[in-house]
């Protein structure tokens, strides 16, 4: 089974839902407010492995004429960066309230997978998992039934661009360590 850049690059129009449910009140913080703390090797590091994946150049990928060109063919009103549909899964502009500091145009990226992350930014919260979880953070624990439940929502065959899927192969790219705490 092969995925390559096209499943991710061009996954316009899936009909997924959101990546994540918004927990109740929160608002989106921002890769930049994540990264603040998960950026050190120390700690994991999972800044530096999102801004390697292509996760991050997510939302980019509908600024082509090809992804254009999709949107159109699909019927799309609206150009595919601007599309709900194609945006879906390319950046969670749907979940993100307008007052929030999340940037679409930084594509996939951490609170599109652990959720809005007002309620556990916190170091105080962070350092404690299940107070993270209890803040709103998703728990995906180390199962990976979850996590692959989790990346399915936008990687699949809804995508008129969809390859085969292959989980261990892309978990291999993307995963991060849980950081840790001192």
């Given at each position: 089974m092969k995925w390559g850049l096209t499943i991710l690059a061009l996954t316009v129009c899936a009909t997924a839902p959101a990546a994540t449910a918004t927990a109740q009140g929160a608002t989106h913080v921002g890769v930049a407010s994540c990264g603040l703390c998960h950026k050190s090797?120390?700690?994991?590091?999972?800044?530096?492995?999102?801004?390697?994946?292509?996760?991050a150049q997510a939302y980019t990928t509908l600024t082509t004429a090809k992804a254009d060109s999709i949107a159109k063919a699909k019927g799309l009103a609206k150009p595919a960066a601007e599309s709900p549909e194609c945006l879906e899964c390319?950046?969670?502009?749907?979940?993100?309230?307008?007052?929030?500091?999340?940037?679409?145009?930084?594509?996939?990226?951490?609170?599109?997978?652990?959720?809005?992350?007002?309620?556990?930014?916190?170091?105080?919260?962070?350092?404690?998992?299940?107070?993270?979880?209890?803040?709103?953070?998703?728990?995906?624990?180390?199962?990976?039934?979850?996590?692959?439940?989790?990346?399915?929502?936008?990687?699949?065959?809804?995508?008129?661009?969809?390859?085969?899927?292959?989980?261990?192969?892309?978990?291999?790219?993307?995963?991060?360590?849980?950081?840790?705490?001192s």
């Open positions: 090797e120390a700690k994991g590091n999972q800044l530096g492995q999102w801004q390697k994946s292509r996760h390319h950046a969670i502009t749907a979940a993100a309230p307008p007052d929030s500091k999340f940037n679409m145009k930084e594509g996939v990226q951490c609170e599109s997978c652990h959720g809005a992350g007002s309620g556990y930014k916190a170091l105080a919260v962070m350092k404690d998992y299940a107070k993270s979880v209890a803040g709103g953070m998703q728990d995906f624990g180390k199962d990976p039934a979850k996590i692959k439940a989790q990346c399915i929502k936008c990687h699949n065959d809804r995508s008129p661009t969809a390859k085969e899927f292959n989980f261990d192969e892309q978990w291999a790219k993307v995963a991060h360590p849980r950081p840790k705490v």
